[in-house]
Structure formats: C-alpha cells, structure tokens
C-alpha cells in the first residue's frame, strides 16, 4: 500500500545510490521504510539481486592475491563474511586465484551415498563413526558430515543441538580461558559445557589451546559422570544382550543337529528326558550339564534333569544378568 507520494528528488536519489553500486537493502532515503523503497523499485522497474557484480569480483580477487588479506578481513561492500567465502571457493574452483589449492569438490557417488544411507540413516552412525570405521576412505569427516546433512540424515537431536551451537564471544572467551585454568581444571569437559552451555568439544578445544588438556589419568578421572556411565552400560548390555542372543540361537541349532546326526549313526548312549521341553536327547554332557560333587565317593558326578538348551532359555527368561555377563559363553561341543 503506498502511502506518502514519491516526490522527484527521492527518486532521483534512489536511482543516484542504486548507480553507486549500494545494495537495495542499504539504500538509505529519509522517512522511506524498506516497504517503501522495495516497492517504488518494482514500480520504477528497477529490477535489483544480489549477483556478485564485476566490480565486487575485482574487489574481492585483489583483496585475496594482491593484499593477502584472510576471510575476516576481507570487505565488500553488501556481502556477508558466508558470501564472500562462497564466492572466494568459486574463484578458486575456477582457477581465478592462484593462491592455494583447487580443491575440487567430487560428487558423492550412488555406492558412496548407498553406504551413506545404511550407516547414517537406517543404523544411525554419525560421521565421525562412519569416517573412524574407514566405511568412505576417500572422505573426510567434515565431507561425510556435509553429506550427511544434506541427504537429511543426521540424528534429530544431535542436528538441533548444532544449530543452536553458542559461540563465545571475546570477553566470554577471557573468563572462561581463566575458569578452565582455575576452577574448572578439576571438572570434567562435560560438566563444563553444561556450565557455560556450550558443546563438550568446544571445551576440549580450548582446554588443548590453553594447554591445560588433562592427562589420560586426569580425564579419566574426572570425566565419568552417573550419566554417561549409565549411558554406556547401557549400550554395552543392549549388545551383550544381542551376543547372547545370537549365541543362544547357534547353539540350539548345533545341538538338534548333532543329536540327529548321533541318532542317524545309530549311537548306543542311554536317553534322557529333559524334565522341562520333554525332549528326549542322548545323555551326554553335550546336552545335559553335568555337575561333579568332591564330597561323594561312588557316584560323583551327576547330571542334571534339564537338558542345555533348557537351562539357556530359562536362564534368559529370568533375564539373569550376573551369569549373562558375568561369563563369557563356553563352547560345549
Ligand atoms: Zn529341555
């Protein structure tokens, strides 16, 4: 909605500062709000965007080889720090800048994007996993965690948590290079970050930078905190549970196997009913446990009534962890 008139010297005020090369949004022209001056810029027809112009370009390639200047220092007029570094990777892409390597960007291929999704979306590793497991050697951790973002594939939380990355700012940065050295020299990484509300390696980071980085002793020492203990015990027993399970399933068809196989050779062992499945197996210590007493003279060792695999799925029924874990599981043929 237009409001006040556009009088001739406005105008010719706009069209003065959009010739000098300022951007649309930093025109400046006393009580015309930014509404206002987009809107008489489509009415005059003056068509605007943010194309790097071949002045900028000149600017910024002189700027890089001839003055040496590094990103921060970098200014042009109407472009963002994130603009310029763009732009700066597109003339080096080019071969504009012979400063530094080219650094070609490769495409992922469908093989390497196929291992992508297996790892980071269906089993949900992250990128420093599937790059230490060596699953895309020719990648770096930075390259997969970049690819991993814009396939879409990072962990929810952990995406989130990123955006809202704080950094510290200059003075912040004073007192908490004086905290680390001080107090915090006896808390770990992750209680620090909670503290200041940053991430546990931005904290690493500055303990290494400061050199007060712990020694292994120290760290750990200082770093197992109730939470990420429980948090690894956890994990460990998720995979214990799924070892065991595995193990269980092996061993029950060795088993059934090597009782046919016995059965076909015509074996002469006695029979034993397991007292729980009703099963009849040869009464070896195969398939039953055998338990010797020392204190007995005639009949020392006995055999229980419940045969291997019994005893295996009682035992997981009862979700008995100390003689799940605690074990290691024993081969029994
Ligand atoms: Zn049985």
Redesign the pocket.
Known sequence: MPGKRWTRTEKQLLKKQIAGGIPAHNIVIENRTWNGIAYILRALRIFWNNRWTKAQIRSLVRQIIKERKRLPDIYIEGKSPAAVNNQRRRLRLRGKLDIGQALRKRKYSDEELAILEHYGCKLGWTARQICEAGMLPNRSYHSISKAMGRQGYGDPVRVERAKQARRLKREERKNFEQFIRGDGRKLSSERIAELWGIARNTVNFYRRKFGVSLSWHEARAVSSTVEKRQRLNEIRRAHLKRRWTRYRTEQIKRLLSLQQRLKRRGCQARTRV??????E?FALPVFFPTHTDKRKRGARISMSR??R??KMKLKLEKGDESTMFGEKPRSFV
């Open positions: 397991c007292k729980s499945c009703a099963c197996w419940t045969c695999i019994c």
